[in-house]
């Protein structure tokens, strides 16, 4: 990548990887639509010669994306869950690994499922509490993994803190950084060793292409990380690489309307009388209020409440006439989901009661649509309630 002349977000998420064709002048990123290249040589070649193991629509994505999170690689995989998969894939039998407890429930179902069973150890543990994540930490620990803000309850971690305790013990620490964006916060900054993202969600915004990330922070994440999307395979495809590339660009811009809409959202919710135990950071009655001023540079626009049922929360969803009720998140449209039989479907009942999961618990995604007219939305639909 030339030289970069730009510092400022906005001017980032514009031209980070999105430097001129050279051979053409093109200002898009072109989409090479080949598995294959040809050799130079025996042993030789002008960068690429299989697209598993790279391609040049992915290297621009994977240099936008480390640019974006000041990291040192980025690497681009299927999905979030690819993304995920490969963070452990470097980790042996015997190794311990701390994930938060109220994650988004297909990682317990990763971990629960398929990763235990290749003889590494998984720890659920309130990260949001240093005095349990301290106590948890082993001598085998290898990596603590955090979702801040987690999914649906909106709890937060004190990234930095965990970090300072990980790395005491000679531990990484990764972080799922999907709900706020490198627009709002930047892991790596915070003293984190990786960060994930699904870029389905914020980063492409659009609810057009699967994808995951992971952006490493030193030169050994990088030749991890390459030899797992060579190894393994996972990787993103040209046109999702293009897709998420063309969502960045807008990245700043669409943040800041998902937050103000965001911030408009909560404060109505926060007054109606049928709304309860409403998560969202960004109001001063959150817990983990000064927490999010300090570590995140806004609130973003996802947040969760309960009715008083779930046939209460069956209703509402039938009700709305913009927010579309879905799974995902992270588009430029407004959704709204019951958490219960959406992202935590995998789970357990039990386990759902153990995170704080009410069959009542519903997600909003809140998109980048007039602030008022999705507020009378809302407000006819409680009405169902």
Known sequence: MPDSPYTKLDTIAVHAGQYPDAQTGAVNVPVYLSSTFQLTGIGSDRGWDYSRAG???RDRLEE???VLEGGCSGHAFTSGMAAISALVAMLRAGDHLICSHNVY????????QIVRHYGIEIEYVDTSNLALVK???????RLVHIETPSNPLMVLTDIAAVSRLAHARGAEVSVDNTFLSPALQNPLKLGADIVMH????YLNGHSDGLGGALIGSRPEHKERFLLVQKAMGGVMSPFECFLVLRGIRTLPVRIRQHEQNGRAVAEFLSAHPKVKNLAYPGLKTHPQYELAVKQQRGFGSMMSFEVESREAAGRFLAALRIFLNAESLGGVESLASHSATTTHASVTEQQRASMGITDGRIRLSVGIEDKDDLIADLEQALKAV
């Open 55 to 57: 391609n040049p629509t």
């Open 64 to 66: 936008a994306l480390a």
């Open 105 to 112: 429930a297909g990682t317990v179902r990763l971990f629960d």
């Open 135 to 141: 106590a948890a930490i082993k001598p085998n620990t």
């Open 198 to 201: 699904s870029t389905t969600k």
